[in-house]
Every structure is written in structure tokens, then in C-alpha cells.
């Protein structure tokens, strides 16, 4: 995973389109399960449409929700993408107005409400991660422990063996170079190193 940009709350944008009332609403997200627990957070009963979408590493999915397909939730994508986003969900709820907008209206009042929605909203900077695992001795977890944070890692699972620890550790791919050399240099060689992600 490349270094992208999330965004840094969350946000809303709302407008009115030939009489129907659209709310746009995006937040960052960690995972699918986040994205899911958004949307059914922010979606409106009273709406007549709650469409969206999201993205996060390489998943994504996209919701019509009884608009004509490919009408709502993949122009929301496409919002999420041609912004260059990622760990990102938008919900654009619609209201009817009485108007009907044609597929290509309302390809155009959800994907573009989904974007201006995005491009107002401050961003922030996602590190690309890298997940490693360190078999070792017992003794050498508690210095493991005690220099996670000199990494900006955080610790992801530990295994008990005959042998030793097997520990899996999330940290910034420019980190992976110095947390091996450390590894490497406290176990005298003993302990190894290697990539999962």
C-alpha cells in the first residue's frame, strides 16, 4: 500500500437538486466492518434513497438502494477514487422532491454531491503499513514491548512455543529497515524477521 490521504473527521455537505434535498455524508474508516457500521448509522428512515459506497486497501462496495443501477452508489465511488482517497465512506441520501432526474441527473447529483462533500472536507496523510513477525526467545519480548512506540508500531498478536515467541507487529514501511536492524542487534542474530504484508 502506497501512502494516501484519508479524511481527518467527518464530514457533510447538503444541497438541492430540481426540488430533491441530497445529504452527503463522509467519514474515515478503519475496515469494512467500520464502513458498514457508518452507514447504518447515518442513514435516514425518512429518506427515499440512502446510496453510498466506500473504500478501503484494495475492498470497496457501492449500494444504489433502489435507484437505477450504476445511478448512484458508483458515481459515490467514483467520487471516493477520483480524489485519490482510501479508508473512506460517503452516504448520500436523497429525498424526493417530486422531480424525477433521469439516470444521467442522477448520476450527476450523487456522484457530484458525494465529491464536493470530499473536497471540502480536511484531509490528513495515511502511512503505508507493513505487518512483520519476530520469532524469538522469551527474553527478549519485554524489550520488544518496551521500544514499540520508538517504531510507531503496535503489537498485533503473540504465539507461545516450545522454542520461544512468535509476535506480529503493524509499523510504517519506512520503519520496517530500523526496527530489523534492532531486532537483529538485541537477539545477536538469534532472533528473525520477516514480512507477512
Known amino acids: 500500500m502506497a501512502d494516501t490521504q484519508t479524511l481527518q473527521g467527518r464530514a457533510r455537505l447538503q444541497q438541492e437538486i430540481r426540488k430533491s434535498r441530497f445529504l452527503a455524508q463522509a467519514a474515515p474508516i478503519e475496515d469494512a466492518e467500520a464502513a458498514l457500521a457508518f452507514i447504518g448509522e447515518v442513514s435516514e428512515r425518512d429518506a427515499t434513497h440512502n446510496c453510498w459506497a466506500y473504500r478501503c486497501d484494495g475492498q470497496y462496495r457501492f449500494n444504489d438502494d433502489g435507484e437505477p443501477g450504476g445511478s448512484a452508489g458508483r458515481p459515490i465511488l467514483q467520487a471516493i477514487d477520483g480524489q485519490g482517497l482510501d479508508h473512506v465512506a460517503v452516504v448520500v441520501t436523497r429525498w424526493f422532491g417530486g422531480i424525477k432526474l433521469g439516470v444521467g441527473g442522477l448520476v450527476r447529483a450523487y456522484g457530484g454531491c458525494a465529491a464536493e462533500c470530499l473536497r471540502l472536507a480536511p484531509r490528513v496523510a495515511r502511512i503505508a503499513q507493513a505487518v512483520l513477525r519476530v520469532e524469538c526467545d522469551f527474553a527478549l ?57
Open 141 to 197: 519480548a519485554p524489550l520488544l514491548h518496551a521500544r514499540l512506540r520508538e517504531f510507531g508500531a503496535r503489537k498485533l498478536g503473540e504465539t507461545h512455543g516450545a522454542q520461544g515467541l512468535s509476535l506480529d507487529f503493524e509499523l510504517p514501511q519506512t520503519k520496517i529497515e530500523a526496527f530489523t536492524h534492532f531486532v537483529r542487534e538485541a537477539s545477536r542474530g538469534r532472533a528473525s524477521v520477516r514480512a507477512l504484508t
